[in-house]
């Protein structure tokens, strides 16, 4: 599997598929070394921002700063190739070239007050903030030896932080359970059934 594979896989994962979730961690366990371990603990923060938990209400306290500024959003292939299919020519203006992929400049021209008129196909890079963001979690992936990996949440991302709290709640109680940290299939495995 390539990584543009495995990227269209976790971003169906995101979607709510839980057998993509399950094919993606069966890749990525087949390699015993600290960075896939931080890749399924971080799928599994991104999968609760997703589906879990209810933040619309926090995203709208917010007023939607992820999309008002940073560094633009890259649009990988796969994402583009979805997104051709739905919008207009004059929408599919928005995104440039660069590189051999595209990229959507913030403030983002599909942001709509605190919302995202194309919630639906949004690019992967979206539905991973802030928890795959490698300019958030530069640090923390390049310190990561083991364990569930501390991500750096913005202050003023509500939504992340909330992810965040809930996810330490379910580790702490796996801890007491089983006197270690969970690994990450354990760690999903109690998401999916309390979601
Ligand atoms: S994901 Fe975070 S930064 Fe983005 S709108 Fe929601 S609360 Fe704000
Ligand atoms: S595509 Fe949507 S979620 Fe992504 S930056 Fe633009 S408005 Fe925000």
Redesign the pocket.
């Known amino acids: 599997m390539n990584t543009d594979q495995i990227n269209v896989l976790v971003k169906k994962a995101l979607k709510g598929d839980i057998k993509s979730l399950e094919e993606v961690f069966n890749f990525l366990e087949k390699f015993n070394v600290p960075i896939t371990k931080y890749a399924m603990y971080s799928i599994i923060y991104q999968y609760v921002?997703n589906n879990v938990l209810d933040?619309g209400k926090?995203?709208e306290?917010?007023?939607?700063?992820?999309?008002k500024s940073g560094l633009p959003v890259p649009v990988y292939n796969f994402d583009y190739k979805e997104l051709k299919n739905r919008l207009s020519k004059e929408q599919l203006n928005n995104f440039r070239r660069v590189n051999g992929f595209y990229i959507l400049s913030r403030p983002c021209p599909f942001q709509e007050g605190?919302l995202c008129k194309i919630h639906q196909y949004k690019p992967y890079a979206c539905m991973s903030?802030?928890f795959a963001t490698e300019d958030e979690q530069k640090e923390i992936i390049d310190s990561y030896k083991d364990g569930i990996p501390d991500f750096k949440?913005?202050d003023?991302?509500?939504?992340?932080k909330k992810v965040k709290e809930f996810m330490s709640n379910k580790v702490d109680e796996l801890r007491k359970k089983l006197g270690r940290d969970p690994t990450p299939r354990e760690l999903l495995r109690e998401i999916v059934k309390s979601s």
């Not at 306290?61 to 999309?67: A, L, P």
């Not at 003023?156 to 992340?160: E, Q, R, V, Y």
């Open positions: 921002m933040l926090y995203c306290e917010c007023g939607g700063k992820c999309c605190w903030y802030p949440v913005p003023f991302c509500i939504a992340g």
